[in-house]
């Protein structure tokens, strides 16, 4: 199988499959894999169809687009570094999505202020940081109840979940774990 060039990515699945987006690749951004992603959306497809969605740290934006390809009704991205942003926005343009829009700031200060909620969140902030932590702490404000939380970090360093988040499936790719979460409805 050839390689892609630097800085390209697949659309595995959807309306949208098979088409090659670019991200900006010299800001350190490692879109999910492949592989990794279709486990993901395998995990998701009994929700993503219609799912209010955002993809905080979106780097790549890998994991919104697919869930954009997919049929979710609404994706957000939320991402600081301009270039990244930038390369969204064309990823966007190219595929000629409808519903999806970029938030050009920081992802933690951006979940302090919304006042959306949503049905599924991609959360993989930049490894060696504390952002996993502090974003998973603001995170149960703005879920719909039931909604499922995606999540990846380095082995070894698990997060704190929030207590109304459990674990719903778990998987290991190499040294890099992934998680979806489910929101617990909780019943007076």
């Known amino acids: 199988m050839a390689r892609r060039a630097l800085g390209t990515l ?12 670019h991200f900006d690749a010299d800001n350190g951004v490692r879109p999910t894999p492949d592989r990794v992603r279709q486990t993901v959306f395998d995990w998701l497809a009994p929700i993503i169809h219609g799912a209010k969605v ?5 780097g790549s934006g890998a994991l919104g687009l697919e869930a954009a390809s997919r049929g979710a009704h609404d994706v957000t991205f939320v991402e600081n570094q301009r270039g990244s942003a930038a390369a969204i926005r064309e990823a966007m343009a190219t595929l000629k999505l409808e519903r999806v829009r970029v938030a050009e700031q920081d992802a933690l200060g951006w979940l ?9 969140v991609f959360l993989d902030p930049p490894y ?22 995606y999540l990846e970090w380095p082995s070894g360093q ?11 499936r778990e998987r290991q790719a190499g040294k890099v774990c992934f998680a979806l979460l489910k929101q617990e409805v909780l019943h007076p």
Do not use: K, W, Y
């Open 112 to 120: 302090s202020a919304s006042t959306d909620t949503f049905d599924v």
């Open 158 to 168: 698990p997060p704190t979940l929030p207590q109304s988040l459990s674990v719903h």
């Open 54 to 58: 955002v993809d905080l740290f979106a």
């Open 10 to 21: 697949r659309i595995i699945g959807g309306h949208h499959r098979s088409r090659l987006i």
């Open 128 to 149: 060696g940081s504390d952002l996993l932590t502090r974003a998973l702490e603001r995170l149960p404000r703005c879920l719909n109840p039931g909604a499922m939380v």
